[in-house]
Nanobody, 126 residues
């Protein structure tokens, strides 16, 4: 069965950096779109950064130029490198896999397209 486990969250000052990790198992890694989403208190979950099976990436406007999504296909790990963090980046961050699509559909940053989710890791920027 598909399992996604996030790690690497924590507290950081504005302007700092964090790298999260998502260890994936239970399916053919990198065969599908994967991504990072976040949810702040009292806000809807939003797509942050996604990557397709060819390594094509897409980012939310709010993180473009600051976040970089990448993956280690040998270790089945998905990363976002998050730089120049801002207080508005404070949220629970989730890793997700779209177990249907290998390429972007135009809705790749929409959470409803993703079938499997991790439990999340908290990022707090002050």
């Amino acid at each position: 069965h598909v399992q996604l486990v996030e790690s690497g969250g924590g507290s950081v000052q504005a302007g700092g950096s964090l790298r999260l990790s998502c260890a994936a198992s239970g399916y053919t890694y990198s065969s599908y779109c994967m991504g990072w989403f976040r949810q702040a208190p009292m806000k809807e979950r939003e797509g942050v950064a996604v990557i397709d099976s060819d390594g094509v990436t897409s980012y939310a406007d709010s993180v473009q130029g600051r976040f970089t999504i990448s993956q280690d296909k040998d270790e089945n790990i998905l990363y976002p490198q998050m730089n120049n963090l801002k207080p508005e980046d404070t949220a629970m961050y989730y890793c997700a896999v779209d177990h249907v699509h290998a390429r972007f559909t135009g809705d790749e940053l929409k959470d409803w397209q993703y079938s499997y989710w991790g439990h999340g890791t908290q990022v707090t920027v002050s």
